[in-house]
């Protein structure tokens, strides 16, 4: 341990992961603990489970993991990110494998079956046969004891640190409420037979021994078992971009020793090795090409729409993909040194940096549950000092207890996540759980990403330019043949066009161009399609050179035709701009966003996309690290950032900013790292995502107040000891369903994707 007479010591990282934390306060009871060691500045996510520990490095990374411990949690140290097939991408348990998950599943199932006989017996008095009580008692007994265990343990961990969390609230008022009615059974008389719970609406004094409050217990259980559920299955997902992210590399590679090829698992791999790369398959790691040419699709780490053409002596990424010849690469960086993994390092701190969201009920509670507890005491005490029997001291204390323990407070968030959700999953909206939605309603600024998700991301024909005295359909039909033997992108974008007129010839003599383009022979002449230059002495007409700068200046891709020696023609490749996107763009501006168009690609073809689509603000020719500063750059300046991208280079910034929108059409890895997922791959779901994520924030917010004014509202009647039982059930009830109708209302959610034009109504939707 550091002393004050030392030296300053160097200070280190560590990452802890937490077990056990229930609410957001025990996030901040675990910051504290760590924070009071000398030197030491800690930061707990509740989200993610995980802490991140700034000391000196006098500390070691178990001294932390004690000090967790002594708080009454748990601590692990994970096991550093390796991209090998042999690490968390492999070994992450899914949700049916889950072991805490599954516990708390087959809790939650067991525990509906017992209290919803209870609670329709206790609550309808022509269904109280002669001792339904001592039935009601046998089936909330597992239910408050075994079912309600993870509540009390929380409590009394709460309870030795001196803390009050809505944990103990909901372990108090179970218990008082199952103890309670223990006594009125065996020492009261509601145990006598044909006891019966009148239903009435008069408020008025009641004699305590004669009522049990079990649909109480069992059913406050029941319903905050449902949120806890819910809560964990969104949880789990938090380290779902990392493993997906390291997942993406290749889990094989051929190395060449002695001219011979041998598989290995990529973990092997090591500096040094030369390693073949055929068409079609994910370069291994990252290196420099010794022999072959190709095309190299790094679309999903840069951004970059066209493939890039490698040759001998150039660098080469792991986990792009050879798109084109056989390469021999020798193997410069492994393992933590890669690209890859610099991503995926990037995705886990920007998620472990993100501003802890704090529940509404987790923030109310800190006050709202001490506050009952003395409340609670005081009324037992003024009874007893004003000359009561302890029997309606007792009765008015737990009936404070019973009527402040927040039943509709576990389906507030639920509900209204789940038909939130639910009607966005009908409308291509996935949202990953209530952490999000707070930032939706304080989103200023829109980051798109133009890649797949203002542009298909797939290379199309725009346009087919022939010389003068040329068939336009000869031309795509002979340029198209010849490209339908190539796998490079653009080629396959001509075929492709080509095919849709009908079948094409066959080509003999077919030879790849290196970096230049392709040769082959077509109804017994020769064609070249690729750069200008291909035929020395064939040059292109004036016309032909003015309408490849045009598209050019527009940061389109124009190859040159060549038939019998001459030119035939051009055409035109690009990435085209999705037709939606344009209205998209507009309804983003409706909601009060400004977008700013962010990619990879050049200046001119960025400027001309934004253009198209009504964007005024462009970032291009940035890699995936100036993307993260970019949006780390807006938040800096005040702006509250919402994310849209679909490629691995946009998972660090999608999981940086405020709110990341992740295009399902995208991959796996932008999609886990996003906190919505835009299904359909339109970007007008971004808006109408937007929309319904502010909906749903205020329907919980609606949720959460009606929840805890039911019963704040009916405490003084507890105190005073005018809560009828029955009456108090009643209220109960009525306030879970209002909840859960407040929350089918969400149900009525229209999309605004065909409205034919979003810009004419300036009144920002919500």
């Known amino acids: ?353 993100k501003a802890e969201i704090q529940r509404l009920a987790d923030r109310v509670s800190g006050v709202f549950v001490p506050i009952v507890i003395v409340i609670a005491i005081g009324v037992l005490a003024a009874w007893l000092l004003t000359g009561h029997g302890p029997e309606q001291a007792f009765t008015a204390a737990v009936a404070v207890l019973i009527i402040a323990c927040p039943c509709a407070l576990g389906l507030a968030t639920p509900t209204a996540l789940l038909v939130g959700t639910g009607r966005g999953a009908q409308l291509g909206i996935l949202i990953k759980g209530p952490e999000v939605l707070e930032s939706t309603r304080r989103v200023d600024t829109v980051v798109l990403d133009k890649t797949g998700t203002v542009t298909t991301g797939r290379m199309e024909l725009i346009d087919v330019i022939p010389a003068d005295g040329i068939d336009r359909a000869a031309l795509l039909r002979r340029a198209g043949a010849l490209e339908a033997a190539s796998e490079h992108p653009i080629a396959q974008a001509i075929a492709r066009a080509a095919a849709e007129h009908g079948n094409l010839p066959e080509v003999t003599d077919f030879a790849n161009l290196a970096g230049r383009g392709v040769r082959g022979s077509v109804e017994g002449a020769e064609v070249l399609v690729g750069r200008s230059g291909l035929v020395e002495g064939a040059k292109l007409p004036a016309d032909l050179v003015q309408a490849k700068e045009d598209a050019e200046s527009r940061g389109r891709t124009a190859v040159v035709v060549y038939h019998g020696g001459s030119v035939e023609g051009l055409l035109v490749v690009a990435d085209a701009v999705k037709p939606t996107s344009a209205r998209a763009i507009a309804q983003l501006r409706d909601l009060g966003l400004t977008p700013i168009l962010l990619t990879g690609d050049n200046e001119r073809a960025a400027q001309q996309i934004a253009r198209e689509v009504g964007i005024d603000q462009v970032r291009a020719e940035v890699l995936p690290e100036d993307k993260i500063a970019e949006v780390t750059r807006l938040q800096q300046a005040g702006h509250v950032v919402a994310m849209v991208g679909d490629g691995v280079n946009d998972a660090p910034a999608l999981a940086q900013a405020d709110l990341g929108l992740a295009m399902g059409t995208g991959t796996d890895v932008a999609i886990e790292a996003g906190d919505i997922t835009l299904v359909r791959g339109d970007l007008r779901a971004a808006a109408d995502a937007i929309r319904l994520s502010r909906r749903t924030l205020g329907t919980i917010k609606g949720n959460l107040f009606w929840a805890f004014a039911y019963n704040t509202a009916a405490i003084p009647l507890a105190a005073l000891g005018l809560l009828n039982p029955m009456l108090a059930g009643a209220a109960m009830a009525f306030s879970s369903v209002f909840v859960v109708g407040n929350s089918l209302r969400l149900r009525s959610f229209r999309s605004h994707a065909d409205d034919p034009s979003p810009g004419d109504d300036h009144t920002p939707r919500r």
């Open 1 to 353: 341990m550091p002393t004050p007479s030392s030296p300053p010591p160097a200070l280190t990282e560590i990452e802890l992961e937490i077990d056990g934390m229930t609410c957001a306060s025990c996030a901040n009871r675990i910051e504290r603990k760590l924070g009071k060691l000398e030197g030491v500045s800690a930061s707990v996510n509740y989200a993610t489970e995980k802490a991140h520990v700034s000391a000196p490095d006098t500390y070691t990374a178990q001294d932390f993991v004690d000090v967790v411990k002594q708080a009454g949690y748990s601590a692990t140290i994970p096991a550093p990110p390796t991209p090998s097939g042999d690490g968390p991408a492999d070994t992450a348990a899914d949700e049916d494998t889950d072991p805490e998950l599954a516990s708390l599943r087959q809790r939650l199932i067991i525990t509906a079956l017992l209290t919803v006989p209870v609670i329709v017996l206790s609550m309808v008095p022509a269904l109280q046969f002669t001792h339904w009580q001592w039935l009601c008692l046998t089936l909330t007994a597992p239910v408050v004891v075994w079912a309600g265990w993870p509540f009390h343990r929380a409590a009394a961990v709460n309870l030795r640190h001196g803390a009050a969390t809505m944990d103990t609230l909901i372990s108090v008022g179970t218990l008082a409420a199952f103890l309670w009615s223990l006594y009125a059974l065996f020492l009261g008389e509601a145990g006598q037979p044909g006891l019966t719970h009148e239903f009435t609406l008069r408020i008025e004094p009641s004699h305590g021994s004669a009522n049990i409050y079990l649909e109480v217990a069992a059913g406050v259980t029941l319903f905050i078992l449902l949120g806890r559920y819910l809560e964990k299955r969104s949880k789990r997902q938090a380290g779902a971009a990392l493993r997906a992210l390291l997942d993406m590399g290749a889990k094989e590679v051929a190395i060449l020793e002695d001219g011979t090829e041998r598989r290995i698992p990529i973990s092997e791999l090591a500096v040094g090795h030369e390693f073949v790369v055929r068409p079609g398959e994910k370069i291994a790691t990252d290196g420099v090409v010794l022999s072959g040419t190709s095309a190299v699709d790094a679309s999903m780490l840069t951004g970059e729409s066209v493939p890039v053409e490698v040759r001998e002596g150039d660098a080469v990424t792991g986990a792009t993909v050879n798109a084109g010849g056989r390469l021999l690469v020798r193997a410069t960086r492994v393992g933590s040194d890669t690209q890859l993994a610099r991503m995926a390092t990037m995705v886990e701190e920007a998620q472990s940096g």
